[in-house]
């Protein structure tokens, strides 16, 4: 079951919301020392509540480059749906 932001973002004062606080700090840790260029194991941020630091998910969703995928897509299937017509443009 995925956790909703509530229950990473909003607790109670208590165990929970101290425990969520040491891991936010944990990641802040992580994030600093990767800025320092300090190596860090890369399963490292997925261990915390806020999948936003995990970086692998982070990487996976933000990374996606559609003008690399409609360019891909289109030198694997464009000359189906073209034909094998070749453009050319007269000056």
């Known amino acids: ?3 909703s932001l509530q229950k990473v973002f909003h607790h109670p004062d208590g165990p929970e919301q101290r ?3 040491a891991a936010m700090i944990q990641a802040m840790e992580l994030v600093l020392k ?3 260029g300090e190596p860090i194991p890369k399963d490292a941020f997925g261990k915390n ?3 936003w630091v995990d970086k ?3 990487d996976a969703l933000m990374a996606y480059d559609a003008d690399e995928a409609v360019e891909e897509w289109w030198s694997e299937h464009g000359s189906e749906i073209v034909g094998q017509k070749e453009l050319s443009i007269n000056a």
């Open 19 to 21: 425990e969520r606080d």
């Open 49 to 51: 509540p806020n999948a």
């Open 34 to 36: 990767e800025a320092r």
């Open 56 to 58: 692998a998910k982070k």
């Open 1 to 3: 079951m995925a956790l």
